[in-house]
């Protein structure tokens, strides 16, 4: 199992985020009221056709978190 996205509603700096861990899936979160369906929030995940991996077999992703100071960078690793 991979943990391949990360949605944050409030935690740190962080406010109504979401975070891709991983270059096979485009994800993303809408935070819009259907009026059909009961729910906030509204998942999509699509498989990345551009995706092609350039790593052994044992390595599946390479991930890295970079931003400035104060950006949420531990505040990722904390959560």
Known sequence: ???IYIWVAQYGVINQEGFNLSAQ???SIKNEPMEF???EYQLTIRANK???NIFPEQIRDVIAIVGMNGSGK?????L
């Open 25 to 27: 899936f485009d994800i």
């Open 1 to 3: 199992m991979d943990l």
């Open 74 to 78: 531990s505040s990722i690793l904390n």
């Open 37 to 39: 369906l009961p729910i």
């Open 50 to 52: 551009d995706y092609c």
